[in-house]
Nanobody, 123 residues
Framework: VQLVESGGGLVQPGGSLRLSCAAS????????MSWVRHSPGKGLEWVSA????????YYAESMKGRFTISRDNAKNTVYLQMNSLKPEDTAVYYC?????????????????WGKGTLVTVSS
């Protein structure tokens, strides 16, 4: 299993970024996908999850209305569109999966994680 995140960077408050996670080594469209972030101040924080076919999506309360998770099963890629970014969104963002393919709101028990991509929101 390989999960490779990209798309992070420095953005001003109120700006947008789109993160990508390219997956390989498993049957992508059999798996729910999740995003989790880590910051020194807040520690690990679950962000969002999406079902195998994209039909169901879930978000942490503070991300609702600002973040959108999506996936392209033809490209084996999951995305996280982040709008109206705030300084408190500064974190390393990881995509992750459970070995079983299942996914849950608020889940931290994933078996496979990418190396993460750093998002810095600052003026």
């Amino acid at each position: 299993v390989q999960l490779v995140e990209s798309g992070g960077g420095l953005v001003q408050p109120g700006g947008s970024l789109r993160l990508s996670c390219a997956a390989s080594g498993f049957t992508f469209d059999d798996y729910g996908m999740s995003w989790v972030r880590h910051s020194p101040g807040k520690g690990l924080e679950w962000v969002s999850a999406i079902s195998w076919n994209g039909g169901s999506t879930y978000y942490a309360e503070s991300m609702k209305g600002r973040f959108t998770i999506s996936r392209d099963n033809a490209k084996n890629t999951v995305y996280l569109q982040m709008n109206s970014l705030k300084p408190e969104d500064t974190a390393v963002y990881y995509c992750a999966i459970r070995g079983s393919g299942s996914y849950y709101e608020g889940d931290y028990g994933m078996d496979y994680w990418g190396k993460g991509t750093l998002v810095t929101v600052s003026s």
